[in-house]
């Protein structure tokens, strides 16, 4: 059965009691991955067992990528803390880390965002809002879920899995162009 058989489609508060939850079947989509992975959530705030997928996928030799919002973009600051605290460890696992520039100049298209709130006058200030997973450039994850604690264990959320070459490397490409143009690439520093 696919990832999501278990899982219903109201995620209601009884939901992770029952352990049927939107990130159980991500958990096991991650878990199939072989060759390469990219993420796009909001807010990014990945528990152990989200941790514990990555190393493991990564010991797979699977490339992540994860593109999130950096601290200028984001409109909740207290949830880009809760997200830097991982930062070192998900960097020292090999994850790849991209976070979105306040501002795009120019850059429209499905996974980048202008929102006028808080921007300078004549200013586009953008904010990511797509929660999306590519696996194997094959699946495609689309839904409500940040991969955070918070939508783990509190929100109602949904997800769609579409079986699709074609719309898996189109939705790649599109992340890949906002990562190479529209955000920063996070390395750790020597020291």
């Known amino acids: 059965g ?4 278990g899982c219903r489609a109201h995620q209601g508060p ?15 989509l991650i878990g199939q991955a072989r060759s390469d992975l990219l993420v ?3 807010y990014f705030v990945p ?16 490339r992540i990528r994860v593109l999130t919002n950096s601290l200028a973009s ?8 809760g997200y830097a605290r991982h930062r070192d460890e998900l960097l020292a696992m090999g994850v790849e880390l991209y976070e ?7 850059l429209g298209n499905a996974f980048g965002s202008g929102s006028g709130g808080g921007s300078a006058p004549g200013g586009s200030r953008s904010m990511l809002h797509s929660k999306v997973l590519v696996i194997d450039g094959r699946l495609l994850v689309v839904g409500s879920m940040n991969l955070d604690l918070r939508s783990q ?23 890949d162009q906002v990562m190479r143009e529209g955000a920063w690439h996070v390395v750790r520093s020597d020291g």
């Open 153 to 175: 264990h509190q929100n109602t959320e949904i997800a769609v899995l579409v079986r699709s070459d074609t719309l898996s490397r189109t939705a790649a490409q599109k992340i």
């Open 100 to 106: 979105l520039r306040s501002e795009q100049a120019g």
């Open 2 to 5: 696919h990832p999501f058989a």
């Open 74 to 81: 984001n409109d909740a600051p207290v949830a880009h803390v």
């Open 14 to 28: 009884d939901a992770a009691a029952d352990g049927e939850r939107v990130v159980d079947g991500l958990l096991q």
């Open 40 to 42: 796009i959530s909001p």
């Open 47 to 62: 528990g152990a067992d989200m941790k514990q997928a990555f190393a493991a996928a990564r010991a797979r030799g699977v």
